[in-house]
Structure formats: C-alpha cells, structure tokens
C-alpha cells in the first residue's frame, strides 16, 4: 500500500486520474474472446479537467507508430492542455527476461492491462492479469498498484530507456514534456 500525503495535491491529481481510467477499462471491457481492451491516453489539463483525446491505439501498431507518438504526438497533447498530469492505459505481455526473447515469445508471459500515471515529480504504475478462455470474453484480475517513484533513471532522455520496453520511450518523453510544461 503507498501512503499518499493528502496535502499533496499531485497525489490527488493521480488518484482522480487513477479512477477515471479504471472507468475506461471497465467501459472499454471486450465482449469477445479475441477482443482487447482499448489503449488509451487520458491528462489533466492546466484548469484540473480530465480530458481523454480518444484511443491511441493506432499508435501501438508498430515500433515505428509507437516511437512517432513517444516523440510528437504525446508531447504535443502534454503541450496543448498545458497538463499537469496523463494516463496511458494499454496492455502487454509480461515475462522473466531472456536474451533475445521478447516477452510475447515466451512460454512464461502473463497477458496484462496497465496503467501509467505521471506528474511532474510523482508517478504511479497499475497492473492487472489478463484471464482467457477460448469461448468467454477475457476477465481482468485485480489492479496492484506498484510504487513507481522518481529516479535519475527516469529522467533520462527517451534514447537511454529504449531497450527497456516498448512504453518506457514514452514514459520519458511524458516525463520530460511534463517537466517543460509546468516549469512555465
């Protein structure tokens, strides 16, 4: 569990954001076997107002469409709404590393939703297993929040996460534009 200080109005920015894309996953909830849930990006604008700018799964397609949002289309979001906070919500294969393995290859992998929460010095990481049943529609396990918390690690430009993940390019640049933007 974190203890959040409750005068810390980032804190509260996150939660607000936090149960707003817990709405999203459970509107966006597949009614098929083979369905997923929609990849999303969510922010608090500058007057405190969660705005969602629609699904962002066109983006996630490809190496090439995912680094193309990472580096224009999320600055420029974080940018226009001056925002003080965003959610990216997606899901993943999960795995023990091994060389040369990505995760989705691995006998191993966990299917996951989650859900990332950034300020500019605050951040927190939700995630939930993906159950399957080739006849049901897929159910998604409880949320676990993991503490996240800031590094000199994460402030590192996108260039130096690359190899850690497909998301962790976006994170950075997210944390990056946040920082520029309510630095003003």
């Given at each position: 569990m974190i203890v959040r200080d409750p005068g810390n109005q980032q804190s509260g920015i996150l939660d607000r954001l936090a149960n707003a894309a817990f709405e999203h996953v459970l509107a966006t909830t597949p009614e098929t076997p083979e369905?997923?849930?929609?990849?999303?990006?969510?922010?608090?604008?500058?007057?405190?107002?969660?705005?969602?700018?629609?699904?962002?799964?066109?983006f996630y397609a490809s190496p090439e469409t995912l680094e193309i949002f990472g580096t224009e289309a999320l600055p420029y979001f974080i940018r226009q709404h001056r925002a003080k906070a965003i959610c990216l919500i997606a899901t993943a294969w999960w795995a023990n590393p091994a060389p040369g393995k990505r995760p989705s290859e691995m006998p191993d992998r966990r299917e996951m939703v989650y859900i990332n929460l950034i300020t500019p010095t605050e951040e927190r990481y939700l995630h939930a297993p993906i159950a399957r049943d080739p006849n049901l529609p897929p159910e998604l396990g409880a949320f676990v929040d993991a503490d996240c918390g800031l590094s000199e690690e994460s402030a590192r430009p996108p260039e130096d996460v690359r190899r850690r993940g497909r998301s962790a390019p976006l994170l950075a640049a997210a944390r990056i534009a946040l920082r520029e933007v309510n630095a003003q």
């Open positions: 369905g997923d849930w929609v990849a999303a990006l969510m922010l608090v604008d500058h007057n405190g107002a969660i705005v969602n700018p629609g699904s962002v799964r066109q």
